[in-house]
């Protein structure tokens, strides 16, 4: 069962729950969205499959809230220590692309690298949270690509701008509601033009998804539609202009972009 944000001519940005042949428009995806709850989506409009719409980032948030190191195969890679607690910071909403966009790729990087990484979109305001409690607050997963550029992350010493770049978070292709999704059971992986970079089983993750929410719950208010990206495994590595980048976590589905050069818009 997958829900879908599209652009549907006339009607705007919807979302919309997944069909065989039809998408079902879902006014008001956020609050308690499970499985039962969509399956009962009976009477909502719809549009034939084959309408003509764009497909778009499967969520709106106000914040994309990342960690790091989170994988200690990543760290190790890296040569960087294993923090003591979670390791947080954040991607600008501006960040954010839909499946089958392009990642463009920033003249002032000559280092820029794929991180695949497992994604949780929150259905409800989280605040102060406990780690028995904090994983009812999430509405579902998908793929995400935490695309950084190495090469200023490290000159810089903080991870705003390398990390912070226009399309440097690509997500989707859909979300997964989340009770039919246990992290635990499955598998991430990343390939580039067909060769795989990365892979490894979600639960070697150093700090669980709720105990994750929980400290983050403890910082910042999490608002329905906001982004968890959960943390990367090692094989992390380059990718240039012409690139095919694909994040698959077996549940989910399939996150692909290619990569182009970005163009300037400044005016001369």
């Not at 809230?65 to 890296?78: I, Q, T, Y």
């Not at 992350?153 to 989707?172: E, V």
């Not at 400290?215 to 990206?229: A, K, R």
Request: net charge negative; glycine share 8%.
């Amino acid at each position: 069962m997958e829900l879908v944000r599209l652009h549907i001519p006339e009607l705007g940005a919807r979302y919309a729950v997944r069909r065989e042949d039809r998408f079902g428009l879902v006014s008001s995806p956020f609050g308690e969205m499970t499985s039962r709850r969509i399956d009962a989506l009976k009477s909502v409009e719809t549009i034939p499959r084959d309408t003509d719409v764009e497909r778009l980032a499967p969520a709106t948030p106000s914040k994309i809230v990342c960690v790091g190191r989170n994988f200690r195969s990543h760290a190790d890679e890296l040569d960087n220590p294993v923090p003591d607690e979670p390791l947080i910071f954040l991607k600008p909403p501006s960040a954010l692309i839909g499946s089958d966009r392009p990642i463009a790729y920033p003249a002032a990087s000559e280092e820029v690298h794929h991180e695949a990484e497992l994604a949780l979109v929150i259905g409800e305001r989280l605040v102060d949270a406990s780690a028995d409690n904090a994983g009812d607050a999430i509405w579902g997963y998908t793929c995400g690509n935490d695309v950084t550029a190495r090469d200023l992350q490290t000159r810089d010493k903080t991870f705003t701008r390398g990390k912070g770049f226009d399309t440097f978070c690509p997500l989707g292709p859909h979300v997964v509601p989340a009770d039919t999704f246990e992290p635990a059971r499955h598998h991430i992986r990343a390939q580039v033009n067909g060769t795989r970079r990365q892979s490894a089983a979600l639960d070697s993750m150093l700090v669980s998804i709720p105990e994750l929410l929980a400290f983050i719950s403890g910082v910042m208010t999490l608002q329905p539609g906001d982004v968890v990206l959960t943390g990367t495994p090692d094989g992390v590595g380059p990718i240039e202009p012409g690139d095919r980048v694909s994040i698959e976590v077996d549940g989910v589905g399939t996150l692909t972009n290619e990569v182009v050069a970005r163009e300037s818009s400044r005016s001369s």
